[in-house]
């Protein structure tokens, strides 16, 4: 069963950065993809940043240039680097991955609890 557990989630004043952090665990066959997709009050999950197995990267519109997405295969972990964050950023960030058990299997997701980031004066 695989689990993910995020950190690095706080409040912090807009203009700044936060650094979260996604650990993996749990016996897989492969890894496809991961990434980060937050939610903030009254609205839907969306994502923010996905990184592939061949490290291709794709980032929403509204953090281009300002969120980086990265891994480190070695700690299965997946971080999200947020500069110049913004009150509209505040939202609770969740971790996601999709991997195989199997060579034959099906594509499966996996979710982590999510962790709070407030942008705000």
């Known amino acids: 069963q695989v689990q993910l557990v995020e950190s690095g989630g706080g409040l912090v004043q807009p203009g700044g950065s936060l650094r979260l952090s996604c650990a993996r665990s749990?016996?897989?066959?492969?890894?496809?993809?991961m990434g980060w997709y937050r939610q903030a009050p009254g609205k839907q999950r969306e994502l923010v940043a996905r990184i592939t197995s061949s490290s291709s990267t794709n980032y929403a519109d509204s953090v281009k240039g300002r969120f980086t997405i990265s891994r480190d295969n070695a700690k299965n972990t997946v971080y999200l680097q947020m500069n110049s964050l913004k009150p509209e950023d505040t939202a609770v960030y969740y971790c996601n991955a999709e991997f195989r058990v199997s060579p034959t299997s099906g594509v499966r997701g996996a979710w982590g609890q999510g962790t709070q980031v407030t942008v705000s004066s």
């Open positions: 749990g016996s897989i066959f492969s890894i496809n993809a």
